[in-house]
């Protein structure tokens, strides 16, 4: 079930960091593991939602590019006494392209 929502043009700062990829067209496959970029998201929160799924979509009214369970939640920094979190997660290929509901505020983060 997708939890989370966050918007993130272009892929920015998204990194793969265990690839399973599909050479036949040079494609990431199901159970590749990403990371996402810094995002301010308590740790508290970020770790409950281990577990559930993410999607990243480039804006609140596009679809989602890329998707998957979240395995870990890691603290980054805090700025401003706002922490920040990475969240890895393992790529869900059947999570593209889904519009996220409700999604009326500015906010980045966007919890379902």
């Known amino acids: 079930m997708i939890k989370l929502a966050l918007m993130c043009r272009k892929g920015e700062k998204l990194n793969v960091v265990k690839p399973?990829?599909?050479v036949s067209n040079l494609s990431l496959l199901d159970g590749?593991?990403?990371e996402t970029g810094v995002w301010v998201v308590g740790l508290k929160k970020a770790e409950e939602l281990i577990g559930h799924q993410l999607v990243l979509?480039?804006?609140r009214n596009s679809p989602?590019?890329?998707g998957g369970t979240i395995l870990s939640a890691?603290?980054?920094s805090v700025v401003n006494n706002l922490p920040r979190v990475?969240?890895?997660?393992k790529l869900e290929r059947q999570l593209s392209g889904r519009l996220?509901?409700?999604w009326v505020?500015?906010?980045p983060v966007h919890y379902l």
Do not use: A, H, R
Request: aromatic fraction near 12%.
């Open 20 to 22: 399973n990829w599909d």
């Open 32 to 34: 590749t593991i990403m």
């Open 57 to 59: 979509c480039s804006s």
């Open 64 to 66: 989602s590019y890329v």
């Open 74 to 76: 890691n603290k980054t």
């Open 86 to 89: 990475t969240l890895q997660f």
């Open 100 to 102: 996220v509901p409700d």
């Open 105 to 107: 505020e500015q906010n």
